[in-house]
């Protein structure tokens, strides 16, 4: 099974993929291995057929993604990636931890300015290596029961005096 992470900017998403000249991430995925991240864009990606953004863009490369984070494991390095159509397939050399990484597309691993074509708010996500994986540091989980079932009160709709009412009342 595979994680989704969802872009936050989703009117930015529906005027890109509009005719737009520029491409951005649409959707990632991590799967279980945790040294896999497939990456969906909006529009096909340089080297592909009907690429966004058009000639003279050249493929992306691991030069082209960064990912930054972690609080134990550090310094992710990008071992390869396979782009087919809309799709980035990145694969690093060791998972990450639990926190937060954000996985960046730069023009070099030493400008690391926004890819251009790129739109550059939608050239990053940020993500999480173990989303499947249970963690004993998780809130604890609250177990809903549902309500205690009581017995009904067996109502006498004929009763007419206030004794009667009153005893029907408390029960």
Do not use: W
Not at 61 to 83: A, H, L, Q, Y
């Amino acid at each position: 099974m595979k994680m989704q992470y969802h872009c936050k900017n989703e009117g930015r998403k529906v005027a890109i993929s509009k005719g737009s000249k520029i491409n951005g991430i649409d959707y990632m995925e991590v799967s279980e291995d945790q040294t896999t991240l497939t990456v969906h864009f909006i529009h096909n990606l340089p080297g592909q057929e009907d690429q966004v953004p058009p000639l003279p863009a050249s493929p992306l490369t691991p030069n082209s993604v960064i990912i930054r984070g972690g609080v134990r494991v550090k310094d992710m390095e990008v071992d390869s990636v396979e782009s087919s159509g809309n799709i980035l397939t990145i694969h690093v050399k060791k998972p990450g931890d639990f926190s937060l990484y954000t996985l960046y597309l730069v023009g070099s691993a030493i400008d690391n300015a926004p890819l251009e074509g790129f739109d550059h708010h939608l050239s990053e996500i940020e993500f999480s290596f173990k989303v499947n994986c249970q963690n004993e540091f998780d809130c604890k989980s609250t177990q809903v029961c549902p309500p205690e079932k009581l017995p009904e009160p067996s109502i006498d709709y004929l009763v007419k005096d206030y004794a009667s009412f009153r005893r029907l009342i408390l029960d």
